[in-house]
């Protein structure tokens, strides 16, 4: 009798045993390999992150999982000789654009496309003896209810290359562009659409440069 008991006991410790191990082992993630820690080629025969560029990268780089589709907002600018405020006196008061960005502040902007014409009308790109042809600055920032900026802009690319110089002539610039056309006006529906989603502004430099009198 005692080794019926002895054999039950033993029958019992198995399964409680196997029971637990089988528990164990459905609580393990399934996926075991190791975290990737590059980006995926045409050639990548190990775990790798998918990886993409965009206009603001040359080479591989990994995702930057933002908001999602629809809920941010980009804009370019791009500088030329034609949209020069020196070249176009009518642009404002000793060519400073002021004329437009007052009438940029002043409208009651209903729409994405009329705040996009409010930024480009305040920009005042850096006089050309300290600029730099080709220069890409861009900045990230997000507007409240009221048209001012939640937080200071936030610097996500600069053209690799520029000398600390430059890249504070173009913080300037960025930052006088800012202070001159905020806060914006919204209409009631502009503010609950616009309020909280990021907004990145890239600057481009495409006008001709003196390189010989500008900052290298």
């Known amino acids: 009798m ?24 459905a609580a393990q993630p399934l996926n075991k390999l190791p975290p990737a820690r590059a980006p995926c080629t045409v050639l990548s025969g190990r775990p790798c992150h998918p990886s993409f560029c965009d206009v603001f990268h040359r080479g591989p780089c ?3 999982y933002g908001p999602a589709i629809g809920t941010d907002f980009r804009l370019t600018i791009v500088s030329t000789d034609d949209s020069d405020p020196v070249n176009n006196p009518d642009g404002g008061e000793g060519g ?7 009438k940029a502040e002043a409208k009651t902007l209903e729409s994405v496309g009329e705040m996009y014409a409010a930024l480009r009308a305040c920009w005042v790109p850096p006089p050309k003896e300290v600029a730099r042809h080709g220069m890409e600055y861009t900045i990230r920032f997000a507007f409240k209810r009221d048209g001012a900026m939640m937080a200071p802009p936030f610097v996500t690319y600069s053209s690799r290359g520029a000398p600390i110089e430059t890249r504070n002539v173009y913080r300037d610039a960025v930052n006088a562009a800012l202070d001159r056309c905020t806060p914006l006006h919204f209409s009631d529906d502009m503010a609950e ?14 006008r001709s440069i003196d390189t010989a009198k500008s900052v290298q």
């Open 2 to 25: 005692r080794s019926l008991h002895d054999a039950v006991v033993i029958v019992g410790a198995i399964g409680v045993s196997a029971l637990a191990a089988t528990g164990h082992a």
């Open 62 to 64: 990994f995702p930057d």
């Open 96 to 102: 400073n654009n002021g004329g437009a960005a007052d």
């Open 193 to 206: 659409a616009i309020v909280g989603h990021p907004i990145a502004v890239r600057f481009v430099d495409e």
